[in-house]
T-cell receptor, first 113, second 113 residues
């Protein structure tokens, strides 16, 4: 099993450009999450999904949109990138339970100029 | 709102020294507690978790953590660190039924050989 994969690994955008980050998991997990990691701030939840076709806002959702059309995929979109969105983005997935650990992808390093 | 606080932001130790990283959370209900580690250039992986039962939990690579409910704390310990323990360590808490994690700011551990 590949676990959780993310594409792309790196990306540089200009302010105002749009892009989509793809997260895929092959573990048949119900829950999926998008976090951003910034120095000194830990990981902060952007959006999450508790099942196919459902999404919800996390701690820092502004400027991002998500879709979960298929159970195994969770897409994170930036419609109009801003320098404040320069960050490392991590996707995670977990089975249907609070007691389960989250499995993380390798991350996407995004720079917005 | 829930929050997680890690007191030490950057810790430098020599090999064989003992380690204790502090973690406090601010939620009075039932919580699930986690410690994740991020080795340089890698994704987050689970060190250990606590849901219920024995408040002293043991994880991988000789790490352990103690849940002290009265102090809202979940400190991470290791009796003797190795150079390979150099990494960033994150404490996290979840509650409710969505599995959402609230992360602390992270502690960077540097072990000198």
């Amino acid at each position: 099993n590949a676990g959780v994969t993310q594409t792309p690994k790196f990306r540089v955008l200009k302010t105002g450009q749009s892009m989509t980050l793809l997260c895929a998991q092959d573990m048949n997990h119900e829950y999926m999450y998008w976090y951003r990691q910034d120095p000194g701030m830990g990981l902060r939840l952007i959006h999450y999904s508790v099942g196919e076709g459902t999404t919800a806002k996390g701690e820092v959702p502004d400027g991002y949109n998500v879709s979960r059309l298929k159970k195994q995929n969770f897409l994170l979109g930036l419609e109009s990138a801003a320098p404040s969105q320069t960050s490392v983005y991590f996707c995670a997935s977990s089975p249907h339970s609070n007691h389960n650990e989250q499995f993380f992808g390798p991350g996407t390093r995004l720079t917005v100029l | 709102a829930q929050s997680v606080s890690q007191h030490n932001h950057h810790v430098i130790l020599s090999e064989a020294a003992s380690l204790e990283l502090g973690c406090n959370y601010s939620y009075g209900g039932t919580v699930n507690l986690f410690w994740y580690v991020q080795y340089p250039g890698q994704h987050l992986q689970l060190l250990l978790k606590y849901f219920s039962g024995d408040p002293l939990v043991k994880g991988i690579k000789g790490f352990e953590a103690e849940f002290i409910k009265s102090k809202f704390s979940f400190n991470l310990r290791k009796p003797s660190v190795q150079w390979s323990d150099t990494a960033e360590y994150f404490c996290a808490v979840n509650s409710g039924n969505t599995g959402k994690l609230i992360f602390g700011q992270g502690t960077t551990l540097q072990v000198k050989p």
